[in-house]
């Protein structure tokens, strides 16, 4: 189960907020025990790009040998 301070990954695109899928977030706050997360996502030098209220589908938890990657924000 995902709890408050899990990072998790983002598994559909969020073109209103420049998030792409699998942009890499942490939960701030669970929403009705799991249905739904609030979900910050910050720059590799810590500036906030969004907080997102987020349904259980649009994110998962990170897995075992998964390896981050950097991108440009628009």
Partial sequence: MIKELDRVILTSDLPEYSLEEGDIGTVVLVHQGGKGY???F???DCETVAVVSLHSIQVRPIGKREIARSRLMN
Wanted: aromatic letters at 0%; zero cysteines; glycine letters at 0%.
């Fill in 38 to 40: 609030e979900v910050e």
């Fill in 42 to 44: 910050v720059t590799l």
